[in-house]
């Protein structure tokens, strides 16, 4: 066995996921799993090649030699299927974590978190290499894999138990294990991989063990997957951003992470590196509808009801995000003996944005909160109670500076969309009144601030010069979350400060076709578009602001940046296309299933879900 098998780092886009709802792997086109955090999405990293492929650590398994390559999910499923092809063979890679219900976890004999690797050769012969270098706690820490034969090879860390199983003999050298095989036509080895964070160790079930679980597995996706109430165009597209948006999802709370990873930088030279693997409330409203929207209610219902616990937890203001229990996450560090995706440093673990004000979060619960209520949701007395009190922080905090949607770093602003949404706030608390069981007083005061935020975005958020609403007040520039203000009711698509926005935020933010920065600063220098702006677009002018040709192209063309098994990062190199920052990112997915749901409306001659008119008394066209 070879010391390593080291490469040059791969693009972001080269990579595909699995999960099991509790912690997610990334695996690159050729077969190495490079990222993988256990027990859950916010652990240390036991692989994270991604982050340094000499340090990181991979569990790789590939062909030898000259070979291509063909990927591809199990239809309806996040079974991911790998097909590597030579002149002397074919053969499949099937890699999957079992997913289990907490019922059959009480009752069936598996490891808690578990990646199982299939290899099967189709036709002629392939010879391949397999290497397993686990490099516990983001590589910090010795590792000496101890081979007890039947029991696998061995590795314990400070939080447990790493197990590898295979049927295919190792050699086991220090902090390495690896083999060199050939598989022949109808011949089939199985690895699998396992972690336990207490005793006693539940070892994978090789041989008909992993087909069965592969089974259930595929079963469970395929009869996830058929509940989802999607049937318009580009169903594959939509599926494939609800399978993700699931794998996000933390089962045993309802929590769902941005995205799997820490670090991918957002622009090559790095800095913009940041740990995504927590929820924000952010994306709240956003979830909360494309998950009822798409027909999956318990999804829908287990994310509000986590939302509604981890704010009580800070009650009555509300923290930016937590974890998937609902704490407030880790201080930011920095890990320095990583180089980073392709030499991108700092990498970070941690997310400092926990300290941050965010006005527009509050706009964002109450927003997810109402789906949950128009859909036959009820709330308790602690949750009412817990409403109202965000409503009387609303009133007292609208005026204050804040950190804004993007999360800057240093100087607080007046931002037009945090003020929009402390609006969209107390508009939907005052519509949820009587299901909070809100006195008049209590609504009247609402009412009170609400016309008062929007006499004050009319006046100093937007610009009659430039005929467009602006980042900040009194500011000249633009934001593509301006682009949401129909979205949450604050004002109609096809009002004319609205249609002359989205075309000095197309002059503006437009990168060519359907792709846009989220904003001009010091902060968004050198990144690359912002993958979600494209998809608003698309929502924006399905919601009335244009033609439906026009969203529909703009949607189309953004589906286009899609990697080959349909996942998107966070952003988009204008250009080469290529795949940038946290991967796979749930925000744009989130927008891509949410245009698709508006245009499917648009095309039926539905009014569309979000596009409430502006119900307050003077709304300005």
């Known amino acids: 066995m070879q010391a390593g098998m080291a490469r040059p780092p791969r693009g972001i886009g080269r990579y595909a996921m699995v999960g099991d709802c509790r912690s997610a792997a990334l695996i690159s086109d050729d077969g190495s799993v490079d990222w993988l955090c256990w027990p859950r999405f916010e652990s240390d990293a036991v692989f994270a090649a991604i982050l340094d492929p000499e340090k990181g650590g991979r569990f790789a398994v590939r062909p030898e030699g000259e070979f291509r390559v063909e990927r591809a999910y199990a239809p309806d499923t996040n079974v991911l299927l790998t097909r590597f092809a030579s002149p002397a063979g074919a053969a499949v890679l099937t890699d999957f974590m079992p997913v289990q219900t907490e019922e059959e976890r009480a009752r069936i004999l598996r490891p808690d978190h578990e990646l199982v690797r299939m290899l099967h050769c189709e036709r002629g012969e392939m010879r391949f290499r397999l290497l397993f270098e686990p490099r516990p706690r983001f590589a910090e820490l010795g590792v000496h894999l101890a081979d007890r034969h039947n029991l696998g090879v061995r590795c314990r860390t400070r939080d447990g138990l790493l197990t590898l199983c295979s049927e295919e003999p190792l050699e086991t050298t220090g902090d390495r294990a690896g083999a060199t095989f050939v598989l022949r036509a109808g011949e089939t080895r199985t690895f699998a991989v396992s972690f336990e964070e207490e005793g006693p160790s539940v070892l994978p079930a090789m041989g008909e063990g992993c087909r069965s679980a592969l089974d259930h597995t595929l079963r469970f996706w395929r009869s996830w997957s058929s509940r989802t109430a999607y049937e318009g165009p580009h169903r594959d597209a939509v599926m494939r951003s609800a399978l993700t948006l699931k794998l996000l999802a933390y089962a045993p709370s309802g929590a769902i992470v941005a995205a799997p990873t820490t670090s991918l930088p957002e622009r090559a030279r790095g800095g913009l590196n940041w740990d995504y693997r927590y929820c924000w409330l952010r994306d709240a409203a956003l979830t909360s509808r494309a998950l009822f929207g798409l027909g999956h209610r318990d999804e829908a219902e287990a994310f509000v009801s986590w939302l509604l616990t ?292 648009r095309r039926q001659g539905k009014e569309p879900t979000r596009a409430e008119p502006a119900r307050a008394a003077g709304a300005t066209a």
């Open 310 to 601: 981890a704010a009580s937890t800070t009650w009555p203001r509300v923290h930016v995000l937590y974890d998937v229990f609902g704490r407030l996450p880790p201080e930011e560090k920095e890990i320095p003996h990583l180089r980073g995706h392709r030499g991108a440093r700092p990498v970070r673990v941690g997310n400092a944005a926990r300290s941050q004000v965010q006005l527009d979060l509050y706009g964002e619960l109450v927003g997810a909160v109402g789906y949950f209520v128009e859909h036959g949701g009820e709330l308790d007395r602690a949750a009412r109670r817990m409403l109202v009190g965000l409503g009387r922080v609303v009133c007292e905090s609208w005026r204050q500076p804040d950190h804004g949607i993007w999360e800057e770093r240093g100087e607080r602003k007046r931002y037009t969309h945090s003020r929009a949404m402390c609006w969209a706030a107390l508009d939907g608390l005052i519509h949820l009144g009587r299901e909070l069981g809100l006195e008049k007083a209590a609504i009247d005061r609402f009412a009170v601030h609400r016309d008062l935020i929007r006499r004050e975005v009319e006046e100093f958020g937007y610009d009659r010069a430039l005929g467009s609403y602006t980042r900040t007040f009194g500011g000249a520039d633009v934001d593509a979350s301006l682009l949401l203000l129909p979205w949450y009711g604050y004002t109609e698509a096809s009002a004319p400060r609205m249609r002359s926005t989205f075309d000095r935020i197309r002059r503006e933010l437009g990168l060519g076709g359907a792709l846009f920065k989220r904003y001009q600063g010091p902060l968004t220098e050198g990144e690359g578009a912002f993958g979600i702006c494209s998809f608003w677009a698309a929502e924006y002018l399905a919601l009335g602001g244009g033609s439906l040709d026009d969203a529909s192209a703009i949607f189309e063309e953004a589906l286009a940046y899609a990697n080959d098994v349909g996942l998107y990062a966070e952003e988009i190199a204008p250009g080469s296309g290529e795949a940038l920052g946290n991967f796979p990112q749930g925000f744009t997915h989130l927008g891509l299933v949410n245009a698709a749901l508006t245009l499917e409306e």
